[in-house]
């Protein structure tokens, strides 16, 4: 019986894919794929990657991972709960290093506007208090006729004010009005490319495994922001850039993976429905 190498391998080859192909489409280092195809294990980050790595090889050209991982369980690597929890618990810290760091880099950020505010505050209570005291004087010494034209001089100002506060609320709810959308504009089944029109300066886009395991990545403008085999429950997560163009995402099981920009749920496109392995662009127009 031929290694599972060797398989993969002329799985491979009858699709016409070469290892950089494959490289490119899994985000899997070539160095790996080739170790994978030579049984090769040792040069690998650890047993739970070497399966993860054979199963999305596995499933890129067109086998079944789990299948074929079950058919060759004397001959791969196998997880032991050791190694798995540690691989949990660097993940949960990562996870919660990114949380607290996001914590402190908002706090930051609204610290100067808190301090204006509360400026702003003592100075209209000072001006507030001031005018209740000047109004209390000169209501002891007016006289019935000043008060008159006091009142007719208030309700001619009224108008105006009426007009700039009625430009700001308009002015408000044209800003309001602005709502981030997502268009698919192309799909192949394996890849498919959208628009995302209206996104927040302070954005991000967060990856969901639910109900299985998935190889995921996050590239923003060229640059590699994160990679990790997700287990059930848990999410990868990235900040989006203000001045970002382009995300590009790898998702390594689709049916078990939700992509979420900012507070919306992404679809994925009809061709795409009986795809495992999907290739995402999202071109952001500002």
């Known amino acids: 019986m031929n290694e599972i190498g060797e398989k993969l391998k002329e799985a491979r080859k009858s699709k016409g894919y070469t290892l950089d192909d494959l490289q490119q489409m899994t985000k899997i280092q070539k160095r790996y794929l080739i170790a994978i195809e030579e049984n090769n294990y040792d040069v690998m980050p650890g047993k739970f990657y070497a399966r993860a790595f054979i199963k999305q090889y596995a499933d890129t050209v067109g086998l079944n991972g789990e299948q074929l991982l079950a058919e060759y369980t004397d001959s791969v690597p196998h997880t032991h709960d050791t190694e798995y929890v540690e691989q949990a618990s660097a993940n949960q810290t990562r996870s919660g290093n990114k949380s607290g760091n996001n914590l402190f880099e908002k706090i930051k950020d ?39 034209t006091v009142v007719i001089s ?35 089944g394996s890849q498919t490319a959208y628009t995302v029109s209206g996104i927040p300066e302070k954005s991000e886009i967060n990856l969901i495994s639910e ?41 390594g099981n689709v049916a078990v993976t939700s992509i979420k920009l900012n507070d919306t749920i992404v679809e994925y496109a009809p061709e795409a429905a009986n795809t495992i392995t999907q290739r995402i662009e999202f071109k952001i127009n500002k």
Do not use: C, H
């Open 110 to 148: 609204y610290l100067p506007t808190l301090l204006i505010l509360v400026v702003v505050i003592i100075i209209i209570t000072s001006i507030y208090l001031a005018f209740i005291k000047t109004n209390q004087i000169a209501k002891e010494d007016m006289i019935t006729k000043t008060s008159e």
């Open 211 to 251: 109900g299985g395991d998935s190889w995921v990545s996050i590239e923003i403008d060229g640059v590699m922001i994160d990679q990790a085999l997700l287990t059930s429950g848990n999410a990868l997560k990235a900040v989006i850039p203000e001045n970002a163009k382009q995300i590009n995402l790898v998702i």
């Open 154 to 188: 208030s309700s001619e100002s009224n108008p105006t004010e009426n007009k700039e506060s009625e430009e700001l609320k308009s002015s408000v709810a044209e800003r309001e009005e602005i709502k981030q959308t997502v268009a698919i504009v192309s799909s192949t």
